[in-house]
């Protein structure tokens, strides 16, 4: 019968993601979150030189590098395929079959660990199994793209393993598993190995406590002289024992950690993740389907709690309800020797799926204050909410368990089970549909042209402005370009600097967000790099005298070449990114720029305000013809203007206009900050690009002023922009006297 619920989970597999996915040649589904593994996959299966640890990638995020374990690519299974690069077809993606080998290994853990509570009866055992295959997170996560993390049978094994009788085997065989486990996620997830690492300390601690009970009994069978010694020199042993047991799982949890590369030695990664506090749970995860039920409607949830879905299904919900109405006396296991320490595990696992900030529904009722420290290091694990994993399973395996021994009738659990299991499989049909709707999706390449075939043949390296990491939304082509992108570079074996990352270091953000920006508007393109530019930078590079690359519009993108003799032509791409601009045309922060306004720079999503991001912000406009009197540029801002605490009082911006300094602001945390105006000479206005420039000194992140976890440099918070024609009274100090409230 286990390899009858194999079966049954490789058929699930199949039915939810259809053969499209499955197949290993099929690339066409991958999007979001799997295009980026598969682009991860594409850099490594190409890496050439073997390093420490084995997923480095020293041409992705060049020049820095990063693990391709960052990218979630499964070293598991990417690291072992690497060895054999031949054998593998062009088109290859493996994604499809671990889901599959997952779904066959959730039934089959599901059935043995059944089998511990079913009193014998092998169909019992089969319909536990399929309880577990029906569980509505393992088919969310499907439907996200998160393929690491359906290696949710895990858990199972790790339950399975903890009931397994002590007695008949030594603390070494009992805790084996544990580390063979541990080492085995260390290289699937850190989310899982986490979990592997939770039950093996609470299977320690119930290795423990047995033996710290058996050694006390046989130690009251002494008296004397040797009975003291053995007192003194013994009776404490077992907890020696146990914390070298947990010290052990603990290294085995890091040692596969820094072989998967999670953890690089050598750089400087940033552990706590933006996020930590949204993407937690909610005290009614476990009864709030969402819109993945048919028979219960949904009580609402925060936004980003999606990661903290936990709903049971109706079927498991009335199990377990059967099993505690027929059967009261049964909670009180739970604080059994045996079972305590796994609901210790549990529960503690729920309290810190919660987060911090502890919400009901759409209400937050309270945030915990923790130092900063503290905060920094729960938000290791930023997506809380997947913490809720280890309690939800034991709850379904208590329904399962507690409906076995509340019900005596043989025939009668076999039917409850079966109503139950059926009315689970109804419940859930709309999350079934869904995921198996979304996988039979196909996407095309935007990159269609043969202009990007023919690139990495004179160049070596691809950069893309802005990077990925400076901001998603502002990248060319946005997030779903990048895997793309991504692909053309390490099939082209070109080096890359945009990565699609779940933590970018904060050491690195001032070279790739600044640094590298700057390099393209002070110097000359470099000779062996092809370009692929956001409308600002495009509109820089192609206006520059003496330009070499030849850079134009390709499949909607801005793409400079290294190509001399076209490189004339790179004006006319100029003309056509920045129309000629009338006065008074506004930017206004919830609604897109104006065609005739380049922002950049700026937080690119629509919102009351937009901030600016980094030390250095622009506007580009191009007049239509040379202004008759000095411009006056009007800016409004939101809440305080800029970003502004206690710790940090003051914001200065430096304005200048095709680099000739013009005004200086001033935001302080008690000032006027909401509107500013800043005369522009006419002198310095023609009907070229007209670049308007906010040098930012001040500019901080929140996770440097403890306000958040954004790492992103912000200034100042502007609502709207737009120049006009400077009326006969206009003051050039009306700014410093705002500043000032004065």
């Known amino acids: 019968m286990a390899l009858a619920a194999i079966v049954a989970g490789c058929v699930d597999a199949w039915l939810l993601s259809g053969w499209d996915r499955i197949d290993p040649a099929n690339l066409t589904w991958l999007s979001g979150d799997p295009a980026v593994y598969q682009a991860g996959w594409e850099f490594l299966r190409r890496e050439s030189h073997w390093s420490f640890p084995p997923t480095w990638l020293p041409s992705l995020h060049y020049p820095f590098g990063i693990s391709a374990a960052e990218l979630d690519v499964l070293p598991l299974v990417s690291v072992p395929l690497r ?6 077809p062009l088109d290859f993606q493996y994604l499809g079959l671990w889901s599959v080998l997952c779904f066959g290994l959730q039934a089959y853990y599901g059935f043995r660990l059944s089998a511990r509570f079913s009193d014998g009866d092998t169909l019992l055992s089969l319909f536990g199994a399929i309880f577990f295959l029906l569980s509505p997170l ?16 895990v858990i199972l094994a790790c339950t399975y393993y903890y009931f397994a009788l002590m007695e008949s085997a030594s603390a070494a065989d009992y805790l084996l598993p544990y580390f063979v486990l541990v080492a085995i996620t260390g290289f699937i997830s850190p989310y899982i190995t986490l979990f592997s690492l939770l039950f093996g300390l609470s299977a320690i601690a119930r290795s423990c406590t047995a033996a710290g009970t058996a050694l006390h009994a046989r130690s009251n069978e002494t008296d004397g002289t040797i009975g003291n010694a053995y007192r003194a020199n013994v009776v404490h042993s077992p907890g020696v024992r146990c914390l070298f ?21 050598g750089t400087h990664a940033q552990l706590s993740g933006d996020g930590y506090t949204v993407f937690s749970t909610n005290l009614l995860s476990l009864i709030d389907p969402g819109q993945t039920s048919l028979f219960l409607r949904q009580y609402g949830s925060l936004p980003g709690q999606y990661e903290g879905y936990g709903y049971l299904g109706l079927g498991v919900l009335l199990l377990g309800f059967i099993a505690v109405v027929r059967r009261p006396a049964l909670l009180g296991r739970l604080i059994s020797p045996g079972i305590l320490p796994l609901f210790v595990m549990g529960a503690l696992c729920f309290l810190l799926a919660l987060s911090v900030k502890i919400t009901i529904g759409r209400i937050t009722l309270f945030e915990l204050p923790v130092p900063r420290a503290v905060f920094n290091m729960l938000a290791i694990f930023r997506s809380s909410g997947r913490l809720l994993w280890p309690a939800y399973y034991l709850l ?17 659990r076999r039917g409850v089970f079966f109503v139950c299991l059926l009315l689970q499989f109804i419940d859930l049909m709309p999350l079934r549909t869904e995921v198996s709707t979304e996988a039979r999706v196909e996407y095309d390449n935007p990159l269609k042209s ?18 990925y990491q400076c901001g998603p939304d502002a990248t060319p082509g946005g997030p779903e370009a990048w895997p793309y992108f991504a692909r053309l570079a390490a099939r082209g074996r070109m080096t890359l600097n945009s990565v699609h990352a779940a933590r970018n270091p904060a050491e690195t953000y001032q070279f790739d967000c600044e640094s590298m920006p700057e390099q393209l508007v002070t110097r000359a393109l470099q000779r062996d790099t092809a370009y692929v530019l956001g409308n600002d930078f495009a509109l820089v590079a192609s206006s520059r005298d003496g330009l070499q690359h030849y850079c134009r519009r390709v499949d909607g993108l801005n793409l400079c070449t290294y190509d001399p003799s076209r490189a004339p032509q790179s004006r006319i791409l100029s003309q056509q990114l920045l129309p000629p601009y009338k006065l008074g045309t506004t930017f206004r922060a919830q ?19 937009r901030w600016t991001i980094g030390h250095l912000a622009a506007l580009y406009v191009r007049l239509a013809s ?3 009197c000095d411009l006056q540029l009007q800016l409004t801002f939101a809440t305080r203007g800029a970003l502004l605490n206690r710790n940090h009082t003051l914001q200065r911006a430096f304005i200048s206009v095709n680099r000739h ?29 007209t670049a308007i420039q906010f040098a930012l000194p001040d500019a901080v992140s929140p996770f440097e002023l403890g306000t958040g976890n954004d790492t992103r440099l912000l200034g100042l918070y502007i609502s709207s922009v737009r120049i006009t024609s400077a009326g006969a009274g206009a003051v050039l100090h009306r700014n410093k006297a705002a500043a000032t409230g004065k």
């Not at 379904?396 to 009668?412: N, Y």
């Not at 609604?591 to 305000?609: T, Y």
Request: proline share 8%; net charge positive.
């Open 83 to 88: 060895l054999v690069p031949r054998l593998l």
């Open 138 to 153: 393992l088919a969310v996560q499907l439907g996200y793209g998160h393929y690491s993390l359906l290696a949710q049978w």
């Open 245 to 265: 047991w947990a010290l052990g799982l603990v290294a085995c949890t890091v040692t596969a950690w820094l072989l998967a590369g999670f953890f690089a030695p």
């Open 396 to 412: 379904v395996l208590a329904a399962i368990a507690g409906a076995v021994a509340a019900i005596p009738s043989h025939g009668a």
């Open 450 to 467: 043969a202009d990007w075939a023919s690139i990495s043949r004179l160049h070596r390296h691809l950069v893309i402005l802005p990077a």
């Open 591 to 609: 609604e897109r720029p104006p065609a005739s306004m380049i922002l950049a720079n700026f937080d690119m999503k629509p919102a009351v305000a």
């Open 626 to 628: 040379a202004p008759k």
């Open 661 to 689: 300094p013009i005004d200086r602001l001033f935001f302080s945390l008690k000032g006027k900050n909401d509107k500013r105006t800043v005369i522009i000479p006419r002198a310095l206005v023609g009907t070229q690009i």
